[in-house]
């Protein structure tokens, strides 16, 4: 059962879990156990700020070891014409390009509960006044949530595995598991190979 005090949660947290494909308050009501009208009622009086969910999670995960997944999707949007962010972006599951707005996400997790605690929103080059790519963004998220938690390990697919993220992550002490094509050329004890080829480093079952 949801508390008053974090009622105003409900919403943003049904929104990002929820499996459904169509984003509506019955939809999303399943989720949090709610009517769909109470959603709406919630959605109409409350917002949701970063610091409610950094409050939550403090009080949720205590003094566990977290971890903070960082991740890009999709939002459809696939009639817009006027919403600020859409564009036209390539969605890899389903190998299919439609009007959509693009996000890097970042939840929280200890392995048992997950909180979704914040975004930021890709742009395109030609749509941006300031250009900013997902690895950027990804590090301002970093940067942000890891100044609250001592220990953070961040998780990332194979999109953000590149050679400045690698550097940006070392040089600010951040400890980090990450997705590598097994092709991605690699030096190791002054021997440059692929990473597949380099006998000292095991494979892990893809997840």
């Keep these: ?85 859409s564009s036209d972006n390539y969605d890899s599951s389903l190998k299919a390009t439609y009007r959509s707005i693009c996000f890097v996400a970042a939840m929280l997790t200890d ?26 963004l990804a590090q301002e998220l970093i940067s942000k949530i890891a100044s609250h938690y001592s220990g953070l390990t961040v998780l990332m697919d194979g999109l953000y595995t590149t050679q400045s993220m690698l550097k940006w992550l070392v040089e600010k002490s951040i400890r980090f598991e990450m997705r590598f094509h097994s092709n991605r050329i690699i030096e190791h004890k002054g021997k440059k190979s692929s990473v597949r080829e380099c006998g000292e480093l095991q494979s892990e079952k893809n997840y």
Excluded: C
Aim: proline share 1%; charged share 25%.
């Design 1 to 85: 059962m949801i508390s008053n005090a974090n009622q105003k949660l409900i919403y943003s947290t049904s929104l990002i879990l929820s499996k459904e494909t169509k984003k509506t308050a019955q939809a999303l009501a399943k989720i949090s156990q709610k009517s769909g009208d109470t959603l709406l009622r919630l959605l109409e009086h409350y917002s949701v700020a970063y610091n409610d969910l950094i409050n939550l999670s403090a009080k949720l995960f205590g003094a566990s070891k977290l971890f903070l997944i960082i991740d890009d999707s999709l939002l459809e949007k696939m009639y817009s014409k006027l919403i600020g962010g």
């Design 111 to 136: 392995g048992h509960y997950a909180i979704p605690i914040d975004h930021k929103i890709w742009i395109r080059k030609n749509f941006a006044d300031r250009y900013r790519s997902k690895e950027e």
